[in-house]
Nanobody, 123 residues
Framework: QVQLVESGGGSVQAGGSLRLSCAAS????????LAWFRQAPGKEREGVAA????????YYADSVKGRFTISQDNAKNTLYLQMNNLKPADTAMYYC????????????????WGQGTQVTVSS
């Protein structure tokens, strides 16, 4: 059973924008925390942004604050990541994840993962 499916990735020039979507099953969308991670070749997977589904609080990595916005649409069971002013350093495979929370930035805090969507930013 597929729990999370990402879409919206692509290739853009620096300064451009993309909006990533993550379609979730109804049960998975009820997870306490929903998040976006990214992984570039040869690097560790890192947390990008997360949202508390109960209270709506959001969290961001310092590298993306002011440029990225995480949000959720409960009616569509979909998680979004709006990415503006993209930089070459943002190039990576982006994954959505769902879990009980506690520490949003830790990979092992999440129970479900999507297959990833590629984002490539050229200068």
């Amino acid at each position: 059973q597929v729990q999370l499916v990402e879409s919206g990735g692509g290739s853009v020039q620096a300064g451009g924008s993309l909006r990533l979507s993550c379609a979730a099953s109804a049960s998975t969308f009820k997870s306490r925390c929903l998040a976006w991670f990214r992984q570039a070749p040869g690097k560790e997977r890192e947390g990008v942004a997360a949202i508390n589904t109960g209270g709506g609080s959001t969290y961001y990595a310092d590298s993306v604050k002011g440029r990225f916005t995480i949000s959720q649409d409960n009616a569509k069971n979909t998680l979004y990541l709006q990415m503006n002013n993209l930089k070459p350093a943002d190039t990576a495979m982006y994954y959505c994840a769902a879990g009980p929370g506690v520490n949003w930035a830790r990979i092992d805090a999440y129970n479900y993962w999507g297959q990833g969507t590629q984002v490539t930013v050229s200068s």
